[in-house]
């Protein structure tokens, strides 16, 4: 098994957010729309992927997504590793908006541990980021610019809320807490329904579309109410589900 990249950032982190529109020809995302148009999961969740090289296909990490209800929240874990490297990001969201309250990753690459965490305060609007990198520690306050955001690590979670819809587009903001709080805004569209072949079978999935910088990253998800994540190819890294979903 070929050993994770050094620099491994699940989902968007490692990208830079367009502004523009998915497809010039058609009308704007809708950016005042709610991106959550309902919670597909059960209070207990876990999936298992595959991690591939999009150049060979050759298997280069295991990972697992997993979701537990805690009282008025969810609990959102994401658990990547390879070779001894591992990252693992623990994310605590309301468990109707999916706004975040906090979040945890720690990596340890190589043997050298990096640890980021973070405490949304939704009352001031502002993200309190520290980071540990070894002995040195760091703490960043940071002014939350819009009403309603979302933690980029949940991402692949997120994503699976909204309106599964031929042609639909919407827009959201996102915080990177890895980023130092830095805040984007990602576009999403649903492109059309394709038939695809993961390790788990053979499904008709959506296709969505999303805009990162000058890269078009692409998710596949099930017809079926969960709106289970089949695969993913973020340019870095292609998730694919590895087994049924517990």
């Not at 709610?34 to 876990?46: K, M, R, Y």
């Not at 906090?102 to 993200?127: P, Q, T």
């Not at 002995?135 to 994503?159: A, G, H, K, M, V």
């Amino acid at each position: 098994m070929r050993a994770l990249l050094p620099a491994l950032s699940i989902c968007l982190g490692l990208l830079v957010f367009a502004a523009a529109c998915l497809d010039t020809q058609s009308a704007c995302a809708q950016e005042d729309s709610d991106i959550v148009a309902s919670i597909p999961w059960a209070d207990q969740e876990s999936a298992d992927y595959l991690l591939l090289d999009p150049n060979d296909g050759e298997v280069c990490g295991e990972g697992t997504l997993s979701i537990s209800r805690i009282g008025d929240q969810y609990e959102l874990s994401l658990r990547f590793e390879s070779e001894g490297n591992t990252d693992v990001t623990t994310v605590l969201v309301d468990a109707e908006t999916l706004q975040p309250a906090s979040v945890r990753r720690v990596r340890l690459i190589d043997g050298n541990s990096e640890i980021v965490e973070a405490e949304y305060d939704d009352v001031e609007k502002v993200i309190h980021v520290v980071e540990l990198i070894g002995d040195d520690r760091r703490e960043i306050p940071r002014r939350l610019d819009e009403e309603r955001y979302f933690d980029n690590e949940t991402s692949l979670f997120l994503w699976r809320t909204i309106r599964f819809e031929e042609g639909y587009e919407i827009s959201y903001e996102t915080v990177l807490a890895n980023q130092g709080g830095a805040q984007r805004t990602v576009r999403l569209r649903v492109d059309s329904i394709e038939q695809i072949t993961v390790p788990a079978g053979t499904f008709d999935a959506w296709r969505v579309e999303i805009v990162a910088g000058d890269v078009n990253q692409l998710a596949w998800f099930t017809q079926t109410p969960e709106h289970y994540l089949l695969q993913y190819h973020n340019s870095v890294q292609i998730f694919q589900l590895n087994s049924p979903i517990e």
